[in-house]
Nanobody, 125 residues
Framework: QVQLVESGGGLVQAGDSLRLSCAASGGTISYYAMGWFRQAPGKGREFVSSISWNGGGTRDADSVKGRFTISRDNAENTVYLQMNSLKPEDTAVYYC??????????????????WGQGTQVTVSS
């Protein structure tokens, strides 16, 4: 079974950048679609970005378009989320997820089979 571990979160100021990493172990994610989701205090889990198994397709939530970029390195078994121009409303726990259907890089959380434990991102104003 694949295990996912997120890293790279932290406390930053508005306008700063962060790069989150999601490292997989216990198996290859080369054929999985991957996604990033987030959950702010008192809110439900929200889709952020997703990428197809070969990186040929990506999808972003409207709230992060033009600011966040998802990418992957299958050789390193790792997925990244580059976050630029961060805003206080981006504050949340960010989760990495893997879908067994590599071409289905959907924004629906129910379609993802493996989840990491999350990494906290806090953006101060």
């Amino acid at each position: 079974q694949v295990q996912l571990v997120e890293s790279g979160g932290g406390l930053v100021q508005a306008g700063d950048s962060l790069r989150l990493s999601c490292a997989a172990s216990g198996g290859t994610i080369s054929y999985y679609a991957m996604g990033w989701f987030r959950q702010a205090p008192g809110k439900g889990r929200e889709f952020v970005s997703s990428i197809s198994w070969n990186g040929g397709g990506t999808r972003d939530a409207d709230s992060v378009k033009g600011r966040f970029t998802i990418s992957r390195d299958n050789a390193e078994n790792t997925v990244y989320l580059q976050m630029n121009s961060l805003k206080p409303e981006d504050t949340a726990v960010y989760y990495c997820a893997a879908s067994l259907v590599g071409a289905d890089y959907t924004g629906a959380a129910a379609n993802y089979h493996y989840w990491g434990q999350g990494t906290q991102v806090t953006v101060s104003s």
